[in-house]
């Protein structure tokens, strides 16, 4: 029986410091929940000589990580490095020298995940990656434990902080889109470059490992659609609260028997939904199981200790699995061979700005189009615009197919009288 738990702590950034903050301030938690003591043993930088508040002694940073792999002394491995290649490589060499690794790394996840677990089996090792996904939401240990009994046959939700951040300011605060990035900027919310929050990059890669748990299938980045922030025009986010929406960039993955479909755009939903009244940078998670039903799952997205508080819920499982002997012992396979859903099977109800010119007989002539692909429509307005010469007309279709939906948007810009199809939206959440 181990007397300790030794860790080797690969990054100091602002979530490897969280983690050390909380390791040695609740030390005395640990002890009472494991029954022995937690400590960092070793801390891998980029600056073993770089000045840190923090109370660990300085002897114990270094900049080889071989140093840490080779320690025997060592028991669990905790990358927070960032980034893909380094991180990845780390990972490798933690499991491959017969260390159980924890992550917060979605990047590498999303990418590598299934080979990594695989390597994690081969080498009967424990890999956990809990914080890589909603911060400090418990959502990975829910689909593998919580949920396990049942079967989800989709989820959807707001993964990404910064962009929910952008959106409530618009629409809370009227802001410009580039006011709001600034001011999520400033905060902290957006890196110096946001591309892969506002283009919904980050929020595919979150979606990517919740719909590979969630429908126990190997799903790959290039299965999921993906729209980000920039497809929002002006006046959207007015009209769809004249319709009763609120505009959320959101991740979704629904299965049936015609297989999986993951995507990330923004999407109008009820402003009676739950996911509508998410603001700010919090995350939310909507679960759909056979038998639970609907759950929802809420909290902070992203932050040094929300997400510091997950990596360090990782820490726990995987000393417990050290201290029971059963590290390594949890197959990863998936049941299920990967299936993507088609165009034809992949259905939605459609949002449609649409500008024409303002003339008789262009709003027989566009409802023809959707009739002809077998669109019925659920809503037609239209709204004049100042120069009377030009219209919005704002259609919302019943439930179609994806191919319908392209079909009807190829047809529409082929028509002399439109102008241009402004925007479309997925609508969710009915």
Known sequence: MKNEINIGLLGFGVVGSGVAKILENHQEDLRHKL???????KVLVKDQHKKRDTALSSDIFTTDLNEILEDPSIDLIVEVIGGTCEAKEAIESSLRAGKGVVTANKDVMAEYGPGLLQ???DNKCDLFYEASVGGGIPLIRTLEDGLASDRISALTGIVNGTTNFILTKMKHDKMSYEDALAEATELGFA???PSADVDGIDAARKMV???SLAFSTEVLLEDVFVRGLKEIRDGDLELAEQFGYTVKLAGSAKKNSDGIEVAVEPVLFPNSHPLASVNNEFNAVYVYGDAVGETMFYGPGAGSLPTATSVTGDIVAACRNLLMGVNGKRPHAPQYERKVKSDET??????HRIRVRDEIGVLTKLTAIYSS?????ATVIQHSDKTETDADLIFITHQISRKQHLNIVAELNQTPEVIGLLSHYRVEGE
């Open 346 to 351: 992949k259905l939605a109800r459609y949002f």
């Open 373 to 377: 692909q077998g669109a019925s429509l």
């Open 35 to 41: 029954g022995v003591p937690v400590e960092i043993k």
């Open 209 to 211: 490992i919740l719909a």
């Open 119 to 121: 390597l994690a089996d």
């Open 191 to 193: 890196e110096a470059d």
